[in-house]
């Protein structure tokens, strides 16, 4: 039972460059997020998907967009990395409704120099 | 903004003793209450919600919750050196806009 998959799970960026992290989850959940985590800041949300076609704006959302895909793909895009972009990020799905508990996949460290 | 607030820690306990954690939250309309634990290096998982006043009972974990004074706590009793780690209290309020985490409480169990 996979779960949520993301990958990579490493990456080293220089200033500038892109990338798009994926995540899939085979858990037939409505809801898709993508966090940060940053020692001291703890889990912020930067964008979400409340549905197959949508996405929102999180608590964090400068530098990056996102693509649901379709139910299973959610993925995180980064047009022009920063320094300030340097953190783990982990993607979670949910089923929706108010007991929304949040299944998390295993991270990707992303280091820009 | 919502605020969910807990003691960075780190909380040191005895192993077999009852370790304490606490969480105050700012939403007053928040439904749904989490607690996730976290391994270094390893991503959070859930080990107990809370939707409702009082105390709800896991294994050797209690949830309890207190609506009025915005306050959620975990208690993990006859603590093992296998707990030690960050515990994140998460909250969810009104809106479809996931969850909102408080910065984790380190806990460490000493044998």
């Known amino acids: 039972n996979a779960g949520v998959t993301q990958t990579p799970k490493f990456q080293v960026l220089k200033t500038g460059q892109s990338m798009t992290l994926q995540c899939a989850q085979d858990?037939?959940?409505?809801?898709m997020y993508w966090y940060r985590q940053d020692p001291g800041m703890g889990l912020r949300l930067i964008y979400y998907?409340?549905?197959?076609?949508?996405?929102d704006k999180g608590e964090v959302p400068n530098g990056y967009n996102v693509s649901r895909l379709n139910k299973r793909e959610f993925s995180l895009r980064l047009e022009s990395a920063a320094p300030s972009q340097t953190s783990v990020y982990f993607c979670?799905?949910?089923?929706?409704?108010?007991?929304?508990?949040?299944?998390f996949g295993s991270g990707t460290q992303l280091s820009v120099l | 903004q919502k605020e969910v607030e807990q003691n960075s820690g780190p909380l040191s306990v005895p192993e077999g003793a009852i370790a304490s954690l606490n969480c105050t939250y700012s939403?007053?309309?928040?439904?749904?209450f989490f607690w996730y634990r976290q391994y270094s290096g390893k991503s959070p998982e859930l080990i107990m919600s809370?939707?409702?006043?009082g105390d709800k009972e896991d294994g050797r974990f209690t949830a309890q919750l207190n609506k009025a004074s915005q306050y959620v706590s975990l208690l993990i009793r006859d603590s093992q050196p296998s707990d030690s780690a960050t515990y994140l209290c998460?909250?969810?309020?009104?809106?479809?806009?996931?969850?909102?985490f408080g910065k984790g409480t380190h806990l460490i169990i000493q044998p």
């Open positions: 979670a799905s949910s089923e929706r409704g108010f007991n929304e508990k949040l299944f």
């Open positions: 858990m037939n959940h409505n809801s």
């Open positions: 998907s409340a549905s197959e076609g949508t996405t």
């Open positions: 939403d007053r309309v928040s439904q749904s």
């Open positions: 809370i939707y409702s006043n």
């Open positions: 998460a909250v969810r309020g009104g809106g479809a806009d996931g969850l909102t």
